[in-house]
């Protein structure tokens, strides 16, 4: 069984940056993907980032798009989000989740506790 542990997120002002970490551990291998989601209160979760294990490839959402990056160290199964640029509309929990399937929407398997990010204006 995979588990996935966030950390990094916390308090920032507008236009401040934040870095979140996603730890995987477990026997199993993600060969898929790993990726970041967010959920605001009162809002259904949004996609945020995804990064392909194999090709290295990323997709980010429009709103997040020139200001988040999404990076990997292989050799500690770990997935990084870089956040700058933060606005009042990013404040949301923010969740790191892995699938093992590479194919295109295919669902995630493993999803981790959560990390709160709050962006003050």
């Known amino acids: 069984q995979v588990q996935l542990v966030e950390s990094g997120g916390g308090l920032v002002q507008a236009g401040g940056s934040l870095r979140l970490s996603c730890a995987a551990s477990g026997p199993t291998f993600i060969t898929g993907a790993m990726g970041w989601f967010r959920q605001a209160p009162g809002k259904e979760r949004e996609f945020v980032a995804r990064?392909?294990?194999?090709?290295?490839?990323?997709y980010y959402a429009d709103s997040v798009k020139g200001r988040f990056t999404i990076s990997r160290v292989n050799a500690k199964n770990t997935v990084y989000l870089q956040m700058n640029s933060l606005k009042p509309e990013d404040t949301a929990v923010y969740y790191c989740a892995a699938r093992r399937s590479s194919a295109a929407g295919a669902p995630y398997d493993y999803w981790g506790q959560g990390t709160q990010v709050t962006v003050s204006s």
């Open positions: 990064l392909s294990w194999s090709a290295g490839s990323t």
